[in-house]
């Protein structure tokens, strides 16, 4: 609900919208009040102002406006069109004033609200004005208001206004042309209007009766009214300025004294805004906050809960190993005894086969002895293979040789074929190369006492017969094979 308080030359009236229809009141609604005014003592000041700038060009207008209105605290300063160059610009030559000599009564009628917020205070020449300034209005116009006791002039100088009067008990279509007339006639003989036969421009904010017939006896020119009043003229002029007033415009002229309840209250509204807003994002914070306090908690409690359960899982284990009689330790070694020691010894029987395969196509080969072991880490192959008695007196000599520790474990196998067949040297020589031949291509065996070795170097030593025919006894072979559980394949010895 808005209430504007109008206050003329025939006393205050209170007016309070409803709807979009304003009515008269006896008495002050909850406000916030505009007052508006419209008394004889208004005026507008034309201050000529030198070329300075900042402290002492306000300090300059502030004496001015002070000695132009001294009795009153209602004045303000109003926005002038400023045309030339930058430095008309940046320090105007000149600025409008305007104020209400009327103090004691306006005091007075505000104290009469009591604790009634007061929005502000405006003067009706200074609303008259700013709709004057529209730009569809151009030129020298005359702004004219018929009041229901009195008429109110403003006449406004290309955008700038320049005089107000309020005429009482002008209410009549040929007083209101007179009193143009006689405003035009004041601004010619002051010089602040040039003589002219042209019609003067007449903004009339009302239809009094016959006023356009004796508008153009007077050599006035009425205007149409600028927007949003162009397509359709308000009932009343004066509900149009309670509107304009109460979106409080430009031109405020009451102390902030009168209004600290009211710019107070604009204030708190935002203020409590903002607080809410601070106190939402306090909670939101502190809601994670908590949130995230009681996620670690639930996850400590998760822990500990799991840690419980392991320490119990642990201590039953520890009775049930100590139930068995036997220690973590001795368990764990002897799992690593299985692991590096047991689980990874090669397959006797798998290597026996691949032999025998080998053997096999040799018919007259016949397995006298064969000895399979496992070599510990370091040790020689084949040592004592090498110092047997049974072994030819060349093998010693190629055993001898320095034979390099095998980088890793490996597996023995020494043994003694015997030859049964009657034939040449030659032959059983070829026989035994052959059979050597075939051992030496088995993937990862290392043949490492071989009698071939020692017949060949009987012949050439001889340059005849062996020293020691191979038939007399049987020949020895000794070779290595890694720990791999190797396979043969089907019809490939």
Same mark, same amino acid.
């Given at each position: ?13 209170? #007016? ?24 004889? @003592? @208004? ?55 305007? =104020? ?61 206004? /320049? ?13 209101? &042309? ?9 601004? $010619? ?21 016959? /006023? ?41 002229? &009451?102390?902030?004294? #009168?209004?600290?309840?009211? +710019? ?15 106190? +939402? ?27 419980? +359960?392991? $320490? ?12 068995? =009689?036997?220690?973590? @330790? ?26 025998? $395969? ?9 397995? +006298? ?25 060349? &093998? ?65 030593? %001889? %340059? ?26 089907? %019809?490939?010895?």
């Amino acid at each position: 609900m808005k209430t504007v308080l109008y206050l003329s030359a025939a006393g205050a009236q209170y #007016w309070i919208k409803t709807g979009n229809t304003w009515q008269a009141q006896d008495t002050v609604g909850p406000g916030p009040v505009y007052l508006l005014s419209n008394l004889p @003592e @208004e005026g507008f000041a034309d201050i000529k102002v030198p070329r300075i700038f900042g402290a002492d060009r306000k300090s300059f207008i502030r004496r001015q406006l002070t000695s132009r209105f001294s009795d009153t605290p209602y004045t303000a300063l109003l926005p002038t069109p400023v045309t030339g160059g930058l430095m008309n610009h940046l320090a105007p030559p000149r600025q409008i004033a305007f =104020g209400i000599e009327a103090a004691e009564r306006i005091n007075t009628t505000l104290a009469a609200l009591g604790p009634v917020p007061i929005a502000g205070v405006w003067a009706t020449s200074l609303l008259l004005a700013h709709i004057a300034s529209h730009k569809s209005l151009r030129g020298d116009l005359f702004v004219v208001l018929p009041d229901v006791d009195a008429l109110r002039i403003v006449f406004v100088r290309q955008g700038t206004p /320049i005089l107000t009067r309020l005429i009482p008990s002008v209410t009549q279509a040929p007083d209101i &042309a007179a009193e143009i007339s006689r405003t035009v006639r004041y601004l $010619e003989n002051n010089r602040l209007l040039e003589r002219s036969s042209e019609p003067r421009n007449v903004l009339m904010l009302g239809d009094p009766p016959e /006023i356009d017939v004796w508008l153009k006896q007077e050599n006035l020119r009425r205007l149409a009214p600028p927007p949003p009043w162009h397509k359709k003229n308000p009932d009343d002029w004066r509900f149009a300025l309670f509107d304009k007033v109460t979106t409080a415009p430009a031109g405020q002229l &009451a102390p902030l004294s #009168w209004r600290s309840r009211f +710019v107070a209250q604009r204030m708190r509204a935002p203020v409590y805004a903002a607080s809410v807003l601070c106190l +939402v994002l306090a909670i939101v914070l502190a809601a994670e906050n908590l949130n995230q306090i009681a996620t670690n908690y639930s996850n400590t409690q998760g822990i500990a809960q799991r840690s419980r +359960v392991h $320490e119990i899982q642990i201590t039953e284990t520890q009775q049930k190993i100590a139930g068995f =009689g036997i220690s973590a @330790e001795e368990v764990r070694n002897a799992v690593l005894l299985e692991q590096t020691e047991l689980a990874p010894v090669p397959s006797l029987s798998n290597q026996l086969q691949q032999l025998s $395969e080998i053997i096999s196509p040799f018919d007259s080969f016949r397995l +006298v002895e064969l000895d399979w072991r496992l070599l510990n880490k370091g040790e020689a192959a084949c040592s004592a293979v090498a110092d047997a008695a049974l072994a030819p007196p060349a &093998a010693s000599g190629a055993a001898t040789e320095p034979v390099a520790a095998p980088p890793a474990r490996q597996v023995e196998i020494s043994f003694q074929l015997l030859d049964r067949l009657e034939r040449g040297e030659r032959a059983k020589t070829q026989a035994l190369t052959s059979f050597s031949a075939k051992l030496g291509g088995v993937p990862g065996l290392s043949l490492k006492v071989d009698p071939v070795k020692a017949l060949v170097a009987g012949n050439l030593s %001889g %340059g005849g017969a062996l020293i020691d025919k191979p038939g007399d006894k049987p020949m020895a072979w000794c070779l290595t094979l890694p720990w791999l559980d190797v396979k043969p394949k089907p %019809g490939k010895s």
